[in-house]
């Protein structure tokens, strides 16, 4: 019974190709966000949407772009991919917007070739 | 400077030793603060979070929050093989900030 769920586990793609990651809680929570981990485990807040809207956008290229259909998906869509992308992209959602507890999706291992 | 900074590893400590992590922030608005523990190849999980001065204990482990030194740590007593993992230190102030984690080994 997964909480925070990703799609796909792993990525592997050519520069230039444009991908998308997709990611569903059923925790019923209100916040969603999307973080980067690159290889040195450094995890950085990329995007946070609170029930459809988006309330934290960091300095991410405008290659990426996300899309929360309703407040239990938020899916990650990226453009004309570079070598740098390469990392794990990690799902997460909180109850609510604040200081909270943070459930992680499994993640998705992305490989730009 | 960094927002957040974590004694920079790795660990390594014997079993049944007390393992201490450390983390420091900048952000002296900060408010809340949480250890996640993430074992290689999986997603970060929240081992505790801590909001006032002083120490929180949950079993094995014990945070200490000090807002004047901007300093906060995780103890892990009697540690176990199965402890052996990376330790993210996340503040909030507006958003979450982690630090780059310490990986700790505890060798039996």
């Known amino acids: 019974d997964t909480a925070v769920s990703q799609t796909p586990k792993y990525l592997v793609t050519q520069m230039g190709n444009d991908k998308s990651i997709k990611c569903e809680q059923n925790l019923g929570h209100d916040t969603m966000y999307w973080y980067k981990q690159d290889s040195k485990k450094f995890l950085k807040i990329m995007f946070s949407y609170n029930n459809k809207e988006l309330i934290i956008n960091e300095t991410v290229p405008n290659r990426f772009s996300p899309k929360s259909p309703d407040k239990a998906h938020l899916n990650l869509h990226i453009n004309s991919l570079e070598l740098g992308d390469s990392a794990v992209y990690f799902c997460?959602?909180?109850?609510?917007?604040?200081?909270?507890?943070?459930?992680f999706g499994p993640g998705t291992r992305l490989t730009v070739l | 400077q960094k927002e957040v900074e974590q004694n920079s590893g790795p660990l390594s400590v014997p079993e049944g030793a007390i393992a201490s992590l450390n983390c420091t922030y900048s952000?002296?608005?900060?408010?809340?603060f949480f250890w996640y523990r993430q074992y290689s190849g999986k997603s970060p999980e929240l081992i505790m979070f801590?909001?006032?001065?002083g120490d929180k204990e949950d079993g094995r482990f014990t945070a200490q929050l000090n807002k004047a030194s901007q300093y906060v740590s995780l103890l892990i007593r009697d540690s176990q093989p199965s402890d052996s993992a990376t330790y993210l230190c996340a503040v909030w102030a507006g958003k979450s900030t982690f630090g780059d984690g310490t990986t700790l080994t505890v060798k039996p």
């Open positions: 952000d002296r608005g900060s408010q809340s």
């Open positions: 997460a959602s909180s109850q609510v917007t604040g200081p909270d507890t943070q459930y």
């Open positions: 801590i909001y006032s001065n």
